[in-house]
């Protein structure tokens, strides 16, 4: 089992600089039978920077809608919500010292799931680095 961030789904649904590492890996994980899961927030944070990306003519409409497509096909399993993840990420962001607990869900669903959590969020991996033995980033690869 395997936890991702919207930001490394994100890597798979638009170009990006660690696209290839990104696929590799996700290729590896399909070849291994890896369970992708993610944080209940993580649709609604890859609709939206896709929304975003069409709104702002960064994307087609016609890729952006692709994108979408693609996106709701992917497989990635999203845990369901409880007090318990909730808790477990507002005490990893005061652990941290994280303003936000956003990143910290992800976080806390590794921990609670006892896996990785992989992530292309550069700042997150610079900000957290060996203080999150799970945390993994795509662009160390």
């Not at 089992?1 to 490394?8: K, N, R």
């Not at 290839?20 to 609604?44: G, T, Y």
């Not at 087609?60 to 845990?79: C, N, Q, R, T």
């Amino acid at each position: 089992m395997i936890c991702i961030d919207a930001s490394l789904a994100l890597i798979w649904l638009l170009p990006a600089q660690f696209d290839e590492k990104a696929d590799a890996l996700r290729e590896k994980w399909d070849n291994e039978n890896q369970r992708i899961i993610s944080a209940p927030l993580f649709n609604a944070e890859v609709t939206s920077v896709l929304r975003e990306q069409v709104y702002f003519k960064r994307l087609l409409p016609e890729d952006g809608k692709e994108a979408f497509e693609i996106f709701l096909s992917m497989g990635v399993e999203i845990a369901k919500d409880s007090p318990g993840l909730q808790r477990k990420a507002w005490q990893l962001a005061n652990k941290f010292n994280r303003p936000k607990t956003y990143d910290m869900q992800y976080l806390a669903l590794a921990e609670i799931k006892d896996c990785e959590f992989w992530t292309a969020d550069k700042k997150l991996f610079n900000a957290l680095g060996n203080k999150a033995p799970r945390l993994k980033y795509v662009g160390a690869l």
